[in-house]
């Protein structure tokens, strides 16, 4: 794979803060790298850095070879990227927003009109493209941004929570557009929205307090969740105790949790132990047994339980 | 240069796409006329010339140029565009420059809308042209003077209003350096060469030996130096204070 991000030992700090805190890592051609962690963790900084706006107090961040502090005007042609916000000039419409950073980005005569046109296409913005910014949805500004982000076919392209504040509709419209870029580009994304890494990203990686506290796959990552396949049954008529015990004889059965009750209902959660499959083991108990089933599942493990334990303090994986 | 091209006519677009042009453009043409006619006594005065007029150009420069010159960088800060502006393929000194150069013309096409007084002058009198010209220009300079402080005050911060006050202020400072208001602060405790220093900083000085029609290098330079000064500070101030939001 195609190195086209190149992070290493960066590091921000302001004043006594430490922003940003030897942060390395690399972003291949086709990945799609989220980037995940509360608020203040250090994903805009650290965005902001790889685009060239903020100075690292040290480390190197290399675009398609190019050093953003020795080459930056090579690097940042490389890079497409979207603010956190979607910042514009509002008192433009989008069409003259999106011709001024067509010129800037080196496009001029028919060439220029025919890449603003195609953007255009792109982010679906031909209803308003005579309208003044300002005046426009929140769904179009983002549109917007995201517009002149891909205006010039990027290598690259850096979106600070690109879904952020939009409708279930649009954030669709957004990801659909995103997925579709991918393979040609190494995206990074922030986010905040869990569901997003699993929709989007083939890479996620959680920051925390200025570092990455994980790297991985989204696989990879609800593998570290506690509930990491374990096994959901609700049986109906059964005495608690009594099925309990059953089902602590299965094979492979670590523990068992019970969930709550609901008349004659029961529910348990199953770990097993080193997370290993034990679904069918487990129905297979159910149907010998007889009893009436009225859920039975199998938890791939919750991300948004793996963020919380990877970026709370004192709290370690059990 | 080709990037401070598309930068500057973007500014510049900018203030004629919002009421900003026609409001300064109508009030630097009414109040110059005002002050010329009614405190300069215009017509009383009986001589051909514009000196009235370019009199009180410093005057009129303290209180709208900073007005102008405010919204430059402030308001990319607020507004958060200058995130975009900077990680475009651009240097920071073409965009400092852009957006200077953008402002500047901008005042220069408010200046040459003035030329009714010109055609009066010229209709009433047989005036010295050349004198003008070079007062018109000396305005012109002194007005970029202007601008460049308050395009440094405007990236200090993104408070409009504060970025006006202290723009005012500095200017002020600058007019008056060669006045006893701003030298009496220094005499006494400050050595002699700070004092000549100081009051040789004045922009009234300097207006005022080109409004006469002499033509002096120095007084360019100094235009152009203090406008070159004030510029770097300003991409000075944006580095350092660009990890602020």
Partial sequence: METMVDIKNLR??????????????TVGKGEVLGFLGPNGAGKSTTMKMITGFLTPTSGTVHICGHNIEDQPIEAKKRIGYLPEGAPAYQDMTPASFLTFIGEMRGYRGGTLKRTVSETVEKVNLQSVLNQSIETLSKGFKRRVGLAQAILHDPDILILDEPTDGLDPNQKHEVRTLIRAMAQEKAIILSTHILEEVHALCSRAMIIAKGKVVSDGTPAELEGKSPAHNTVLVTIAGVDASVSHQQLMTVKGVKKIEEMGRDGDLVQF???????????PDIGHCVREQGWEVRELYHDR?????????????????? | MERIRVIFQRELAGYFATPIAAVFIVIFLLLSGAFTFYLGNYFARGQADLVPFFDFHPWLYLVLIPALAMRLWAEERRSGTIELLLTLPVTMWEAVAGKFLAAWCFTGIALALTFPMWLTVNLLGDPDNGVILASYLGSLLMAGGFLAIGSCISALTKNQVIAFVVSVVISLGFILSGFPLVLEFFNGWAPQFLLSAISSFSFLTHFQS??????DLRDILFFLSLIAFWLFATATVIELKKAET
Avoid: H
């Avoid at chain 1, 700090?13 to 030897?22: C, E, L, P």
């Avoid at chain 1, 080193?274 to 679904?279: C, E, P």
């Avoid at chain 2, 080109?210 to 033509?215: P, R, T």
């Fill in chain 1, 12 to 25: 921000k700090t302001f004043g006594s803060i430490v922003a940003v805190d030897d942060v390395s890592f």
């Fill in chain 1, 301 to 318: 493990g919750q991300l948004d339980e793996v963020f919380r334990l990877l970026t709370t303090p004192k709290q370690t994986i059990s």
């Fill in chain 1, 269 to 279: 959660r199953i770990y097993p132990d080193d997370g290993q499959w034990i679904l």
């Fill in chain 2, 210 to 215: 080109i409004s006469k029609g002499v033509l």
